[in-house]
């Protein structure tokens, strides 16, 4: 299983999924092998990570039509075909990467998005209020999506909080 944080974290709430993925390293041991994956905005660059990988969790930020903070899990074949030609953000360059293993006829990971509607996406090194108070629910998510698929997480005894995990994303 990888779980892979991808999003900026230049801009507000588009690093969450960074933030996030940071959050479950520091502060989990897991029963089954997870790798964690900064993906930060690398996109196309995260091909090789999709191609030999079986089961993906993909943590980020989405734009959808709903309220700032609404989470979405979103298994990726539902998502099929939109990343090609539909731009150059982080999210579209990920599907544009299971979209490229369909078209060459490759195995694709079990992949699933989860999503979270961002409030403010503008240069600034932090996270809306809102989705900070939203951050406890969506770790949540992804610990009882993990548990679904069969993979324990236990916190580990000594827990980073949200914020020293800000402020230690800031200091790379």
Request: hydrophobic share 40%.
């Amino acid at each position: 299983m990888v779980i892979l944080g991808i999003g900026n974290v230049l801009q507000k709430d588009d690093g969450f999924g960074v933030y996030a993925s940071t959050y479950l390293k520091k502060n989990y041991t897991f029963s089954k092998e997870v790798e964690i994956i900064h993906g930060g905005v690398e996109g196309i660059n995260l091909f090789s990570v999709l191609e030999e990988s079986d089961h993906v969790l993909i943590l980020d930020a989405i734009e959808l039509e709903d309220e700032p903070a609404s989470i979405y899990l979103i298994p990726s074949y539902e998502l099929s075909g939109h990343g090609l030609n539909s731009g150059g953000a982080h999210e579209i360059g990920v599907l544009q990467c299971l979209d490229m293993l369909e078209l060459q006829g490759k195995p694709q990971p079990k992949a699933t998005i989860l999503g979270i509607i961002p409030q403010h996406v503008t240069f600034e090194m932090a996270l809306s209020p809102t989705l900070t108070k939203a951050f406890e629910g969506y770790i949540n998510v992804a610990l009882n999506y993990l548990k679904k698929e069969g993979i324990e997480a236990t916190l580990n005894e000594e827990v980073s909080t949200l914020e020293e995990i800000l402020f230690e994303v800031k200091r790379l």
